[in-house]
Structures are given as structure tokens and as C-alpha cells.
């Protein structure tokens, strides 16, 4: 045998859950979310009585906070006052990104003549500020490669606790065997990550900032082996 539910004449079903004799032993409903669990078979999750009002109680708690911290909005126009203060949020991160870069920008034209001499080679190896992001050090190290001769560019920096790597090698330094992807392969591997790319220029980077000066020596010394051929 089975139990049957019958809703006037508008539904009739198999039942497989907790019986009321009457819907007013119910009390409160309070729907969670409706579903699709199969071909024309939909799910509706619920609470009722005692933990639809304890349910109703905590979210008016809640409302009440969110109302408090935001002083001066009415429980209805939270969710555009929410919107509004996520996209100021969203502006000033964009602001502070183009501060950090124009500072990175700023810094790296002194980074000219701290270029190290290695045969031809004049190799500009430095990390940068953390923050600056892939595309940045692509451009800082581009930049700065066109206005070496002869020069090696490595770069790094630690955004969102990660590591980026970038290496430009301009057309000297590849005729005396010097590769970006070379350096960038080799110095991510110690960062605990992966990379590469062309010869004039590479990206890569790890999780083990720690391990970033190490990185920078086994780059050194690669181009060190590469251009002097020891």
C-alpha cells in the first residue's frame, strides 16, 4: 500500500515524506528553491512551522545588519546601494592598479644604469614592486629592452601571492644564443611553476616567491654560460 495525496481535484500523488492530516499543521512556508531533478520531474525544497520561522528570523537579523552597516538605506534599496558601493570597490582597485603601474613605470628608468655587464651583454635583472601585473612587466621589460643595445631584460613580481616572470632578449643577445624562453623556463622551474615563449621574449612564474632571488641566479648563470661560453 501507498499513500495517496489528493489536492482537490487539481493534483493527485504518490506522498514519500512527512504526513499532516491538515495543510494548517503546517504553519509557515517558507520556499528555498525550486529544481529540475529530470524530464518533467521538478523539486521544490522547503521549510515550514518552527524552522521557517526560525528560517524568517535569522534573514531578518541579517537585513537589519546589512541596513546598519550601511547607513541611511532602507531594507529595499539595499541591493542597488550593494551594486553601487561594489563598483566605487571596482574603480578604486582600476586607480590603484594605474598608480602601482606608473610607479613600476616610474622606477624602471633607473633600472638603465643598473644594467650588468656579462661579455656584450648588459642584463637588467630586478623584481619589482608586488602588484604589477603580466601585462605591465611585458610592457617595462619591452620598453626597456629597446633602449639597451645588447640587453637581457628579467623581471618579477608577486601578484595575488603568485609569482610572474618575464624575460625580453633583444636581436645581440640572440645572436650569442641567449633565449627568453630558455631563461623563463629555467627560472620557473624554481619558483615551483612553468612557462616560456619565444626567443625575444617569455612569461612564467611560480608560487614560491621565496625562491625568487635563487630564480634570478640560475638565469644569471645560464646567460653567464650562454654568452661567455663557459
Known amino acids: 500500500q501507498v499513500r495517496v495525496v489528493s489536492v482537490g481535484d487539481w493534483a493527485r500523488e504518490l506522498c514519500g515524506g512527512t ?9 509557515v512556508v517558507k520556499l528555498l528553491s525550486e529544481s529540475s531533478i529530470g524530464a518533467g520531474v521538478r523539486r521544490v525544497e522547503a521549510l515550514v512551522g518552527a524552522d521557517a520561522y526560525s528560517f524568517l528570523a535569522r534573514e531578518h537579523l541579517l537585513l537589519s545588519s546589512l541596513t546598519e552597516l550601511i547607513k541611511g538605506a ?14 566605487k570597490f571596482k574603480e578604486i582597485e582600476k586607480e590603484l592598479a594605474m598608480i602601482k603601474t606608473a ?3 616610474s622606477d624602471s628608468k633607473k633600472l638603465i644604469d643598473t644594467a650588468l655587464k656579462i661579455g656584450k651583454i648588459k642584463l637588467i635583472l630586478t623584481r619589482m614592486s608586488d ?3 603580466g601585462d605591465d612587466l611585458r610592457s617595462i621589460s619591452l620598453n626597456l629592452r629597446n633602449q639597451v643595445p645588447g640587453s637581457v631584460v628579467v623581471l618579477a613580481s608577486v601578484q595575488d601571492e603568485k609569482v610572474v616572470l618575464v ?15 630558455a631563461l623563463v623556463k629555467s627560472g620557473s622551474e624554481i619558483l615551483g611553476g612553468g612557462g616560456g615563449g619565444k626567443d ?6 611560480g608560487v614560491e616567491a621565496m625562491k625568487i632571488d635563487s630564480a ?5 648563470e645560464l646567460i653567464e654560460a650562454t654568452a661567455t661560453g663557459k
Request: aromatic share 4%; net charge negative; glycine share 12%.
Open 216 to 220: 634570478f641566479n640560475a638565469i644569471k
Open 19 to 27: 504526513h499532516v492530516s491538515r495543510s494548517g499543521q503546517l504553519g
Open 74 to 87: 532602507r531594507p529595499e534599496e539595499l541591493p542597488e546601494r550593494i551594486s553601487d558601493l561594489l563598483q
Open 200 to 205: 625575444d621574449f617569455a612569461q612564467g612564474g
Open 167 to 181: 624575460a625580453a632578449v633583444d636581436q645581440l643577445a640572440q645572436s650569442s644564443g641567449i633565449k627568453a624562453g
Open 131 to 133: 602588484g604589477v601585473s
Open 103 to 105: 610607479a613600476a613605470i
